[in-house]
C-alpha cells in the first residue's frame, strides 16, 4: 500500500492524573451546574443572519474554502454578518493571493451553536457542499466544556476531513486549535469550570499537535495572542479579535499551501503563492 495513503494513528497525550479525576469527581455536582448554566446562555445567543456562501476579490478563482464550526465562525454577537470570520478569511486571502493581478476567493459556512465535531458530520451531510480546496474546522468551546475525551475528537476530527475529502474534494485542512489565545483562557466562566475548560482545551490541543505531526496537508492552526480583542462573558471573540483571526488565519493557509509546493503536493489549479512565501523565499524558512 501507498505508505501516503496509510491512515495516521492518533498519537495520545499521557492520561489524565488520578488527582485531576478524584477532584472533577468532588467537584462534579457544581461543574453539571456552572456548565449547564453557561450551555443555556451559549443556546440563547441568537444565530447570525449573515450569508453562509460569498466571495472576496475579483478576477478568476484562486482558492475555495469550507469552513465549519462554531456559531463564532458565523459571527454570533455581531453587529455586522459581513465581520464574521468566513467573509473576512476570505477577503485576507484574496488580499495575499492577489500579488499577480487580481483573484477570487470563494467561501462556505456550516456553523450554529454548541455545533459539536458530531453534529457537523451531520449538518456537513445535510448540506450541499460546493466544491473546495481548504477545510477549516473550528471546534468552537463545545469540546472544553463538554470535556470531550481525546481519542473520540480526534476521530472526530478525521472523519470531518474524510467527508469533506469524498463530498467537496477538499485537498488541505486546518484544524483550528482548542485553545483560547486570550491572556486569561476562558476568563468569562467561574471557577472550577473555568479550570476544567482550560485543562481539556491543553489536553486536547496536546493531542490535535501530536496526532497531526506526520499528516499530509493537514496542519494545525492557534492564533498568536495579542493585546486588544478578546472572547467577551459571553465566550464569543468581538470584531478586532475576528479580524486577527481571520489575518493570521489566512496567512497560515498561504504558507501552508505554497509550503506544499516544495513537497510536491497537489495544489488548487489556480493556487498562486504571495510573493513572501514563493518557494525561493519559503525555503529560507
Known amino acids: 500500500m501507498n505508505s501516503t495513503?496509510?491512515?495516521?494513528?492518533?498519537?495520545?497525550?499521557?492520561?489524565?492524573?488520578?488527582?485531576?479525576?478524584?477532584?472533577?469527581?468532588?467537584?462534579?455536582?457544581?461543574?453539571w451546574c456552572q456548565?449547564?448554566?453557561?450551555?443555556?446562555?451559549?443556546?440563547?445567543?441568537?444565530?447570525?443572519?449573515?450569508?453562509r456562501s460569498g466571495q472576496a476579490g475579483?478576477?478568476?478563482?484562486?482558492?475555495?474554502?469550507?469552513?465549519?464550526?462554531?456559531?463564532?465562525?458565523?459571527?454570533?454577537?455581531?453587529?455586522?454578518?459581513?465581520?464574521g470570520l468566513a467573509p473576512r478569511l476570505a477577503h485576507h486571502l484574496a488580499a495575499l493571493l492577489s500579488t499577480d493581478?487580481?483573484?477570487?476567493?470563494?467561501?462556505?459556512?456550516?456553523?450554529?451553536?454548541?455545533?459539536?465535531?458530531?453534529?457537523m458530520l451531520g449538518?456537513?451531510?445535510?448540506?450541499?457542499?460546493?466544491?473546495?480546496?481548504?477545510?477549516?474546522t473550528l471546534p468552537g468551546h463545545h469540546?472544553?466544556?463538554?470535556?470531550?475525551?481525546?481519542?473520540?475528537?480526534?476521530r472526530q476530527m478525521d472523519a470531518l476531513r474524510s467527508h469533506a475529502r469524498h463530498r467537496a474534494q477538499v485537498r488541505h485542512v486546518v484544524h483550528c486549535s482548542p485553545m483560547p489565545p486570550e491572556p486569561e483562557p476562558f476568563g468569562g466562566l467561574a471557577r472550577p469550570l473555568r479550570w476544567q475548560c482550560l485543562h481539556a482545551a491543553q489536553r486536547l490541543d496536546r493531542a490535535l499537535r501530536i496526532h497531526l505531526r506526520h499528516s499530509h496537508r493537514r496542519t494545525r492552526f492557534m492564533?498568536?495572542?495579542?493585546?486588544?480583542?478578546?472572547?467577551?462573558?459571553?465566550?464569543?471573540?468581538?470584531?478586532?479579535?475576528?479580524?486577527?483571526?481571520?489575518?493570521?488565519?489566512?496567512?497560515?493557509?498561504?504558507?501552508?499551501?505554497?509550503?506544499?509546493v516544495l513537497q510536491g503536493a497537489a495544489l488548487p489549479s489556480g493556487f498562486q503563492a504571495s510573493d513572501f512565501w514563493h518557494p525561493e523565499t519559503a525555503s529560507r524558512f
Not at 6 to 31: D, F, H, Y
Not at 123 to 136: E, I, K, R, S
Request: with cysteine.
Open 5 to 31: 495513503a496509510r491512515a495516521v494513528r492518533p498519537v495520545l497525550s499521557p492520561a489524565v492524573p488520578m488527582s485531576t479525576r478524584l477532584l472533577e469527581l468532588a467537584l462534579g455536582p457544581l461543574l
Open 101 to 119: 493581478g487580481p483573484c477570487t476567493v470563494t467561501w462556505q459556512l456550516l456553523a450554529g451553536r454548541q455545533i459539536g465535531a458530531q453534529d
Open 143 to 154: 469540546p472544553t466544556l463538554h470535556s470531550v475525551p481525546t481519542r473520540e475528537w480526534l
Open 58 to 83: 475579483s478576477g478568476a478563482v484562486r482558492l475555495r474554502v469550507l469552513v465549519v464550526g462554531d456559531a463564532q465562525a458565523a459571527g454570533v454577537a455581531m453587529a455586522d454578518p459581513e465581520s
Open 123 to 136: 449538518c456537513m451531510a445535510a448540506t450541499d457542499l460546493a466544491p473546495a480546496d481548504v477545510l477549516v
Open 223 to 260: 492564533l498568536q495572542p495579542v493585546g486588544g480583542g478578546q472572547a467577551g462573558q459571553d465566550l464569543h471573540p468581538d470584531a478586532r479579535w475576528i479580524e486577527r483571526w481571520a489575518r493570521q488565519l489566512a496567512e497560515h493557509i498561504e504558507h501552508d499551501l505554497a509550503e506544499s
Open 35 to 51: 456548565r449547564q448554566l453557561v450551555s443555556r446562555q451559549l443556546r440563547q445567543q441568537p444565530e447570525a443572519q449573515g450569508a
